[in-house]
């Protein structure tokens, strides 16, 4: 089946810097990949999210890439604020029988005023 | 608010009990699927039904169940319960595969 990595498993970055997360999957046919922010005791929530046919996406101060021959994505926050501080969790799709999301670890992201 | 709902939003019990967690899906969603996170944990994916039938199954075991009804609402069904079985249970909704999957609250079930 589909195995996602992410790294690192926490964060700290000065406010105003930027983030990065990044995440491998394992499997190529993986065609859509989400991530989404968990603040504490809170549901999941997207916050952007990309398929296979497109290399970039943003959205205001959030970016994600494909590397699809490398088979990783990432996701950047530019110029942080302290309401960016929780978990992200990024997720891959695997299509045709056992459809299912997968997602890796998390990453806890602590922007330090 | 994602307009996923679930009930209820805590649950204690002992255990070797059954308990019952109720979803109901974004109004036009198709698409239910039922995670688990145990505390500091990541998502772990038990099931998922589309449109009535089940699509994809996850590390679920063999005393959860699951079922989505004519009116798309899902019950995951949990039994025999273990202490181990303590975590956030969340539903959550998309109208297609793949597609953005909106989460619900989550119930929060604690095993004694």
């Known amino acids: 089946g589909e195995n996602v990595e992410q790294h690192p498993s926490t964060l700290s970055v000065q406010e105003g810097d930027s983030a990065v997360i990044k995440c491998t999957y394992s499997d190529s046919a993986s065609n859509y990949f989400p991530w989404y922010k968990q603040e504490l005791g809170k549901r999941p929530q997207l916050i952007i999210d990309i398929r296979s046919n497109v290399g970039e996406k943003k959205d205001q101060r959030i970016a994600v890439t494909l590397n699809k021959t490398a088979k990783h994505f990432s996701l950047h926050i530019t110029e942080t604020q302290p309401e960016d501080s929780a978990v992200y969790f990024c997720?891959?799709?695997?299509?045709?029988?056992?459809?299912?999301?997968?997602f890796g670890t998390g990453t806890r992201l602590t922007i330090i005023p | 608010d994602s307009g996923v709902t679930q009930t209820p939003k805590h649950l204690i019990t002992a255990t070797g009990q059954r308990v019952t967690l109720r979803c109901s899906p974004r109004s036009g969603d198709l698409s239910v699927y039922w995670y688990q996170q145990s505390l500091d944990q990541g998502l772990q994916f038990l099931i998922q039904?589309?449109?009535?039938?089940?699509?994809a199954k996850g590390n679920i075991l063999e005393r959860f169940s699951a079922q989505q009804f004519p009116d798309l609402h899902s019950e995951l069904n949990l039994s025999s319960l273990e202490l181990g079985d303590s975590a956030l249970y969340f539903c959550a909704s998309s109208v297609d595969i793949p597609d953005t999957q909106y989460f619900g609250p989550g119930t929060r079930l604690t095993v004694l």
């Open positions: 997720a891959a799709h695997k299509p045709f029988g056992n459809e299912k999301l997968t």
């Open positions: 039904y589309y449109n009535g039938e089940e699509r």
